[in-house]
């Protein structure tokens, strides 16, 4: 009878293979803002990528525990998902000359509460930077 072999921890990633995957997330994020800005003027509304706050979500997930690091990656994906079949819908109904306002509006706000859930899975840290660990 052969023994099962014991399951070994994933191994922690190489600093060049962290950095890479933080310039994905981070490349992501800012595509799914990009997208929030597509969908604005469809809806009749302006453009709001959402300030600095958002724009520094990638930098300071890099301080939070790896399941915080997971839910975000995670949920970017699924929203990205969303927002790519949303918008290839509205802009194919646009293209047909269809009033897409009312269905734009709903997709912002859809985007809108996931980016806000989303970015706060990030910590939050004082003016005076995140917390230093000894």
């Known amino acids: 009878m052969e023994s ?11 600093p060049a293979e962290a950095r890479a995957s933080e310039r994905m997330l981070g490349a992501r994020w800012a595509a799914l803002l990009d997208a929030g800005n597509a969908i604005a003027p469809l809806a009749g509304i302006a453009p709001d990528d959402g300030g600095a706050r958002l724009r520094r979500f ?16 995670n949920a970017i994906a699924d ?50 930077g995140p917390p230093r660990r000894a």
Do not use: C, F
């Open 4 to 14: 099962i072999p014991a399951r070994q921890p994933p191994a922690d990633p190489s």
């Open 58 to 73: 990638p930098s300071q997930l890099q301080s939070a525990a790896p399941w915080q690091v997971d839910n975000a990656k």
């Open 79 to 128: 929203l990205a998902s969303v927002l790519e079949t949303g918008l290839t819908a509205l802009l194919a109904a646009s293209a047909r000359g269809r009033d897409v306002t009312a269905p734009a509006l709903m997709l912002w706000r859809e985007y809108h509460a996931a980016r806000e859930a989303i970015a706060a899975l990030a910590p939050v840290h004082s003016p005076l």
